[in-house]
């Protein structure tokens, strides 16, 4: 009873609960708010209490002013909004993840290291996220081209991509690799994995041939033998 009247005092009126899952009545417990769900944001809480169970719930915030504010709703699973009606985790913002890519560096011109930006599930939103490239043994801009700035995954999409543009050369030289990172997410997602590693794979082979160099009025025979190493499509003089 106590309790009860607690979380009707003026305190907690911005606080909802309902029933957790195995706890009580087992029965859908549905929260009503005024407008139209693209009209709020929506960030995730979590916490665990006394006795070991998990509750999973929203912070609820009205972007249109003096109407329902902010509110924290508690196992809760349905929201009524004016347009339409959403279950919690089809209102829980995602997390963001990146991939890692490999790619053959190529003789000339620039070939595209293509990063896929997820997200853990689609969401009624846009979530824009931030992202930039960082050096690692590879350096911009003579190996790839540093790249930063936002992508936009649509609601209702899990994904998005990113080109870096990475140089090819003729040059003999070992696998190197550049850091792709996330940095931010818009409306409440989380960035669960943000660091992609772009490996740049040398695709450059040497050829090992032996040379001789008669010189010049001596006995035949008599010259100078030279092991050298050469690329494929370049030119040598000896």
Same mark, same amino acid.
């Given at each position: 009873?106590? %309790?009860?009247?607690?979380?009707?005092?003026?305190?907690?009126?911005?606080?909802?609960?309902? +029933? #957790?899952?195995?706890?009580?009545?087992?029965?859908?417990?549905?929260?009503?708010?005024?407008?139209?769900?693209?009209?709020?944001? !929506?960030?995730?809480?979590? !916490?665990?209490?006394? @006795?070991?169970?998990?509750?999973?719930?929203?912070?609820?915030?009205?972007?249109?002013?003096?109407?329902?504010?902010? +509110? =924290?709703?508690?196992?809760?699973?349905?929201?009524?909004? @004016?347009?339409?009606?959403?279950?919690?985790?089809?209102?829980? &913002? &995602?997390?963001?993840? =990146?991939?890692? =890519?490999?790619?053959?560096?190529?003789?000339?011109?620039?070939?595209?290291?293509? %990063?896929?930006?997820?997200?853990?599930?689609? *969401?009624? $939103?846009?979530?824009?996220?931030?992202?930039?490239?960082?050096?690692?043994? @590879?350096?911009? &801009?003579?190996?790839?081209?540093?790249?930063?700035?936002?992508?936009?995954?649509?609601?209702?999409?899990?994904?998005?991509?990113?080109? =870096?543009?990475?140089?090819?050369? $003729?040059?003999?030289? #070992?696998?190197?690799?550049?850091?792709?990172?996330?940095?931010?997410?818009?409306?409440? @997602?989380?960035? #669960? +994995?943000?660091?992609?590693?772009?490996?740049?794979?040398?695709?450059?082979?040497?050829?090992?041939?032996?040379? *001789?160099?008669?010189?010049?009025?001596?006995?035949?025979?008599?010259? $100078?033998?030279?092991?050298?190493?050469?690329? &494929?499509?370049?030119?040598?003089?000896?």
């Amino acid at each position: 009873k106590h %309790f009860t009247e607690m979380l009707r005092s003026e305190r907690f009126k911005d606080l909802s609960l309902g +029933d #957790a899952a195995g706890q009580t009545n087992g029965g859908t417990d549905t929260v009503v708010f005024t407008g139209n769900s693209a009209d709020y944001t !929506f960030e995730a809480i979590t !916490f665990v209490d006394h @006795a070991g169970n998990t509750h999973n719930g929203l912070r609820v915030t009205d972007t249109v002013a003096d109407r329902d504010g902010s +509110d =924290v709703v508690v196992d809760v699973d349905s929201f009524q909004f @004016a347009n339409a009606s959403f279950t919690l985790a089809q209102l829980t &913002p &995602p997390t963001v993840s =990146v991939n890692d =890519v490999t790619l053959v560096e190529g003789d000339a011109g620039t070939t595209n290291a293509v %990063f896929t930006i997820s997200l853990s599930q689609a *969401y009624l $939103q846009d979530i824009t996220v931030s992202y930039g490239t960082a050096d690692g043994t @590879a350096a911009a &801009p003579g190996d790839y081209a540093a790249t930063s700035g936002t992508v936009t995954i649509l609601a209702g999409s899990t994904s998005a991509t990113v080109n =870096v543009a990475v140089a090819g050369d $003729q040059g003999l030289e #070992a696998n190197e690799t550049f850091n792709f990172n996330l940095t931010s997410a818009s409306n409440g @997602a989380t960035i #669960a +994995d943000g660091s992609g590693l772009g490996t740049i794979t040398d695709d450059d082979v040497a050829i090992h041939y032996t040379a *001789y160099r008669p010189v010049g009025g001596a006995m035949p025979g008599l010259g $100078q033998i030279a092991t050298l190493s050469a690329i &494929p499509g370049a030119s040598y003089t000896y």
